[in-house]
């Protein structure tokens, strides 16, 4: 074998074997602090759970339809919304995790310690992927209009 095949062949077995390796529930977090300081929507969007990510798809397309279409929502926009509400004087902080076999609490202070969260993730295919709450994930109820004119 030619040595140049070989470094090549080398190169695609680590390859492989860093894109199989675990992703670590500490690495999750991490990853998702920094994308959320940095307001990395797509970051963010990528280390969520994939039924929270169809939620938020079909919230999206629920946008994009109520604008009649001339706007394209991606999902990942509608992150922003939750990340602009954090408070401003962050950073957070991880303050205890809690591990049930694919499933795992993590609380999360800031603020001062004013804000507690607490972020559950689920382990999917070996890695740990963040679940938001489903009651979070729903449309805004539509305002009301009256039906008729006062008189």
């Not at 990395?40 to 279409?69: D, H, R």
Request: hydrophobic content about 35%.
């Amino acid at each position: 074998m030619r040595p140049a095949a070989l470094l090549v062949g080398i190169a695609l077995l680590v390859q492989q074997g860093c894109a199989g390796e675990e992703r670590t529930l500490d690495s999750t977090v991490r990853q998702l602090l920094r994308a959320i300081e940095s307001a990395e929507t797509e970051e963010v969007y990528g280390l969520l759970a994939p039924q929270t990510q169809k939620k938020l798809e079909e919230l999206a397309s629920l946008a994009t339809a109520q604008t009649g279409g001339r706007n394209h929502i991606k999902p990942e926009d509608l992150l922003i919304i939750g990340l602009n509400q954090l408070p401003s004087d962050r950073p957070l902080e991880v303050k205890g995790t809690q591990i049930n076999g694919d499933r795992a609490r993590v609380e999360l202070v800031g603020n001062k310690g004013k804000m507690r969260q607490t972020v559950e993730l689920i382990r999917v295919k070996g890695d740990w992927r963040v679940l938001l709450p489903a009651d979070k994930l729903r449309p805004p109820a539509p305002e009301s209009r009256p039906t008729s004119r006062p008189s």
